[in-house]
C-alpha cells in the first residue's frame, strides 16, 4: 500500500533523546486567546453532522459495510455503543432528579441492541475489534449488571482480544468500587472520568471538596484494579467557578497522575423563553475570567510535565498518544485522537455515529424512532452522508493539522490530485490573518501552527470547512439584499 506522509519526518520514540525531543508546554497569549479562542463543538467528523442527509438511510450503510471485505483488504474494525439517557442525574453530585425503572428499561434496550449488532453483522465478513467504546448514559449502564451483560451478548456477534483497546466513560459519583470491578471484568482497560464543579447557583449540590474525594477514589480503585490508562476530563467554565476553586480542583487532580487530561468548555444548549435567556446570561461566566481559567490550567500541565496533543488534551510524555504523536501515528477518527490508526468505526445504539469508508451515518434519535426501524428488522440508520472528493481532502488537511500541527501541500495533491494552492486559494488567503497573528506559518510548500496557534487549531481548521464558508457568503447576500 502506498504510504503518503503529510507532515515532517520524526525520529524513532525508541531512539535516545525522545523526551529532549518532545516539545514543551508554551503558555498561552491571552490576547490571541481573546481574538481566536471560541467556544464551539471541535471537528471530529467531517463534514460536521449537521451536514447529514436523511437521504443516507440503511442502504446506504449496509452497501459501504458490504464494501468492507472487497478486494481482500479492509481496514481495522472499532465500534461506539451508545446507553440512552434512563435516568437525569446531575454530572457533578449524582443526584437523581428523576428515577426510572431501569432494570425493565435496560433489559428492554438490551434486546434491541443485540438485535442491531445481530443486523450489522450479517454484512461483515471480518467482525474482530480493534478498539471498543462504551458512552452515553453509562451510569445506567453500570447498574444491575448491564454492561456484563451487553458484553455476553456482543461476544455473540463480534470479537474481541487481550489486544482490544476498551473504554468507558463515568462519572465518578455514580460509580463505587464494586461496580470499578465490574468494569474490568467486561474487559476495559481506559478509563474516561468526567470531572465538573457544580454549579454555583444550585444550593443542594455537593461541594469540590466531597467531588474529589469521590474522583480520588474512584481513580485508584481503577489503579488497583488493573486499569492503565486513566484519562480526566475536566470542565472549566462552569457558571459559579472561580479561579481559586478550578485551580484547587486541578492541583489535587494533578497529584493524582492521570495518564491523560483534556480541558473541555463549559456549554449550555440554547433556551427558547426570554426569561431563559435572561437567566443564561446571568450564569455565563465572563470570558475574562473563561480565558483565566484555561491559562491557569495549561500553567499547571506545563509545571507537571505534561505534553499539549493538541485541541485541549495534554498528555504525560510516555503515554501512547504522546509516543504516536512524536513518531507521526497519531490519528482523529469520530471519537478523537487515537493511535490505532485509521479505522472504520460501527456505531451500535440510540443516536450513534458510524464512520465506514467516506461515509458517516447516524441512527436514530428517539427511542421510538430507533425500536420502530429495529421492529423492523432494519438497521436503525436515520441519516448520513457520502464523503464527496472536496470534503475528502478537507479532511485530510484538517486531520494533519490536528495531529501533527502542520501539513506538507505536495503530499495532498498528491493523494488528492489537485494543486494546493490554487485548489486552498481562498482559505489561504483567509489564513493571512492567522499567520500575522503569529499562529501559523506558510512557507516552502508547508503550512505549520505555531505554538501560540496549537491552542485554537481548532478555529484554523474551520477555514477549511467548505460548509461553513457557504453559510458565511449566504448570510452576506441574504443581509445585502
Same mark, same amino acid.
Given at each position: 500500500?502506498?504510504?503518503?506522509?503529510?507532515?515532517?519526518?520524526?525520529?524513532?520514540?525508541?531512539?535516545?533523546?525522545?523526551?529532549?525531543?518532545?516539545?514543551?508546554?508554551?503558555?498561552?497569549?491571552?490576547?490571541?486567546?481573546?481574538?481566536?479562542?471560541?467556544?464551539?463543538?471541535?471537528?471530529?467528523?467531517?463534514?460536521?453532522?449537521?451536514?447529514?442527509?436523511?437521504?443516507?438511510?440503511?442502504?446506504?450503510?449496509?452497501?459501504?459495510?458490504?464494501?468492507?471485505?472487497?478486494?481482500?483488504?479492509?481496514?481495522?474494525?472499532?465500534?461506539?455503543?451508545?446507553?440512552?439517557?434512563?435516568?437525569?442525574?446531575?454530572?457533578?453530585?449524582?443526584?437523581?432528579?428523576?428515577?426510572?425503572?431501569?432494570?425493565?428499561?435496560?433489559?428492554?434496550?438490551?434486546?434491541?441492541?443485540?438485535?442491531?449488532?445481530?443486523?450489522?453483522?450479517?454484512?461483515?465478513?471480518?467482525?474482530?475489534?480493534?478498539?471498543?467504546?462504551?458512552?452515553?448514559?453509562?451510569?445506567?449502564?453500570?447498574?444491575?449488571?448491564?454492561?456484563?451483560?451487553?458484553?455476553?451478548?456482543?461476544?455473540?456477534?463480534?470479537?474481541?482480544?487481550?489486544?482490544?483497546?476498551?473504554?468507558?466513560?463515568?462519572?465518578?459519583?455514580?460509580?463505587?468500587?464494586?461496580?470499578?470491578?465490574?468494569?474490568?471484568?467486561?474487559?476495559?482497560?481506559?478509563?474516561?472520568?468526567?470531572?465538573?464543579?457544580?454549579?454555583?447557583?444550585?444550593?443542594?449540590?455537593?461541594?469540590?471538596?466531597?467531588?474529589?474525594?469521590?474522583?480520588?477514589?474512584?481513580?485508584?480503585?481503577?489503579?488497583?484494579?488493573?486499569?492503565?490508562?486513566?484519562?480526566?476530563?475536566?470542565?472549566?467554565?462552569?457558571?459559579?467557578?472561580?479561579?481559586?476553586?478550578?485551580?484547587?480542583?486541578?492541583?489535587?487532580?494533578?497529584?493524582?497522575?492521570?495518564?491523560?487530561?483534556?480541558?473541555?468548555?463549559?456549554?449550555?444548549?440554547?433556551?427558547?423563553?426570554?426569561?431563559?435567556?435572561?437567566?443564561?446570561?446571568?450564569?455565563?461566566?465572563?470570558?475574562?475570567?473563561?480565558?483565566?481559567?484555561?491559562?491557569?490550567?495549561?500553567?499547571?500541565?506545563?509545571?507537571?510535565?505534561?505534553?499539549?496533543?493538541?485541541?485541549?488534551?495534554?498528555?504525560?510524555?510516555?503515554?501512547?498518544? &504522546?509516543?504516536?504523536?512524536?513518531?507521526?501515528?497519531?490519528? #482523529?477518527? $469520530?471519537?478523537? =485522537?487515537? %493511535?490505532?490508526? @485509521?479505522? !472504520? /468505526?460501527?456505531?451500535?445504539?440510540?443516536?450513534?455515529?458510524? &464512520?465506514?469508508?467516506?461515509?458517516?451515518?447516524?441512527?436514530? #434519535?428517539? $427511542?421510538?424512532? =430507533?425500536? %420502530?426501524?429495529? @421492529?423492523? !428488522? /432494519?438497521?436503525?440508520?436515520?441519516?448520513?452522508?457520502?464523503?464527496?472528493?472536496?470534503?475528502?481532502?478537507?479532511?485530510?488537511?484538517?486531520?494533519?493539522?490536528?495531529?501533527?500541527?502542520?501539513?506538507?501541500?505536495?503530499?495532498?495533491?498528491?493523494?488528492?490530485?489537485?494543486?494546493?494552492?490554487?485548489?486552498?486559494?481562498?482559505?489561504?488567503?483567509?489564513?493571512?490573518?492567522?499567520?500575522?497573528?503569529?499562529?501559523?506559518?506558510?512557507?516552502?510548500?508547508?503550512?505549520?501552527?505555531?505554538?501560540?496557534?496549537?491552542?485554537?487549531?481548532?478555529?484554523?481548521?474551520?477555514?477549511?470547512?467548505?460548509?461553513?464558508?457557504?453559510?458565511?457568503?449566504?448570510?452576506?447576500?441574504?443581509?445585502?439584499?
Amino acid at each position: 500500500m502506498l504510504e503518503i506522509k503529510i507532515f515532517r519526518s520524526v525520529k524513532s520514540a525508541a531512539t535516545t533523546g525522545f523526551m529532549a525531543n518532545l516539545r514543551k508546554i508554551s503558555l498561552p497569549d491571552p490576547t490571541i486567546l481573546r481574538q481566536f479562542y471560541t467556544v464551539a463543538p471541535r471537528h471530529t467528523a467531517y463534514p460536521s453532522t449537521d451536514r447529514f442527509v436523511e437521504a443516507f438511510g440503511p442502504d446506504n450503510h449496509t452497501l459501504w459495510l458490504r464494501k468492507r471485505g472487497i478486494g481482500g483488504f479492509s481496514r481495522p474494525l472499532g465500534m461506539y455503543v451508545h446507553m440512552p439517557l434512563l435516568n437525569s442525574v446531575c454530572p457533578s453530585c449524582g443526584r437523581e432528579e428523576t428515577v426510572t425503572a431501569d432494570r425493565e428499561a435496560n433489559s428492554r434496550y438490551l434486546d434491541y441492541f443485540e438485535q442491531e449488532m445481530r443486523l450489522n453483522s450479517n454484512f461483515l465478513e471480518k467482525r474482530a475489534l480493534t478498539h471498543l467504546h462504551w458512552g452515553g448514559d453509562t451510569t445506567s449502564l453500570l447498574r444491575n449488571d448491564v454492561l456484563g451483560a451487553a458484553r455476553r451478548r456482543m461476544d455473540r456477534y463480534f470479537e474481541q482480544s487481550g489486544q482490544t483497546r476498551c473504554s468507558i466513560e463515568i462519572q465518578p459519583v455514580a460509580i463505587d468500587d464494586q461496580q470499578v470491578a465490574s468494569v474490568v471484568e467486561a474487559g476495559v482497560n481506559e478509563l474516561y472520568v468526567n470531572v465538573r464543579e457544580c454549579d454555583a447557583q444550585k444550593a443542594d449540590c455537593v461541594d469540590s471538596d466531597r467531588l474529589m474525594a469521590v474522583a480520588e477514589n474512584v481513580i485508584a480503585a481503577a489503579r488497583g484494579a488493573g486499569i492503565g490508562s486513566i484519562t480526566v476530563n475536566v470542565v472549566f467554565g462552569v457558571p459559579g467557578q472561580t479561579v481559586m476553586s478550578f485551580n484547587r480542583m486541578l492541583k489535587k487532580l494533578l497529584a493524582l497522575q492521570p495518564e491523560r487530561l483534556s480541558l473541555q468548555d463549559y456549554m449550555r444548549l440554547p433556551k427558547a423563553t426570554r426569561t431563559a435567556r435572561k437567566e443564561d446570561r446571568a450564569d455565563a461566566l465572563a470570558e475574562e475570567t473563561r480565558l483565566q481559567l484555561f491559562s491557569v490550567a495549561v500553567t499547571r500541565l506545563a509545571e507537571a510535565g505534561y505534553v499539549h496533543i493538541g485541541m485541549n488534551l495534554f498528555a504525560r510524555p510516555h503515554d501512547e498518544l &504522546a509516543v504516536a504523536q512524536h513518531q507521526g501515528r497519531l490519528h #482523529r477518527d $469520530i471519537q478523537g =485522537y487515537c %493511535s490505532h490508526g @485509521d479505522c !472504520d /468505526v460501527l456505531g451500535i445504539g440510540i443516536a450513534s455515529i458510524s &464512520a465506514i469508508g467516506p461515509t458517516y451515518s447516524q441512527n436514530a #434519535r428517539s $427511542i421510538e424512532d =430507533y425500536y %420502530s426501524m429495529l @421492529d423492523e !428488522d /432494519v438497521v436503525p440508520v436515520a441519516r448520513g452522508i457520502e464523503l464527496t472528493t472536496d470534503d475528502l481532502a478537507r479532511r485530510t488537511v484538517m486531520n494533519a493539522l490536528m495531529c501533527h500541527f502542520e501539513v506538507a501541500f505536495e503530499s495532498v495533491e498528491i493523494a488528492h490530485l489537485l494543486d494546493f494552492t490554487r485548489y486552498f486559494a481562498d482559505e489561504l488567503e483567509e489564513l493571512k490573518a492567522f499567520a500575522d497573528a503569529g499562529l501559523v506559518a506558510i512557507d516552502d510548500g508547508w503550512l505549520s501552527v505555531t505554538d501560540h496557534g496549537r491552542y485554537v487549531v481548532w478555529t484554523i481548521c474551520r477555514v477549511f470547512d467548505r460548509y461553513l464558508r457557504l453559510e458565511r457568503r449566504r448570510a452576506s447576500f441574504e443581509k445585502l439584499l
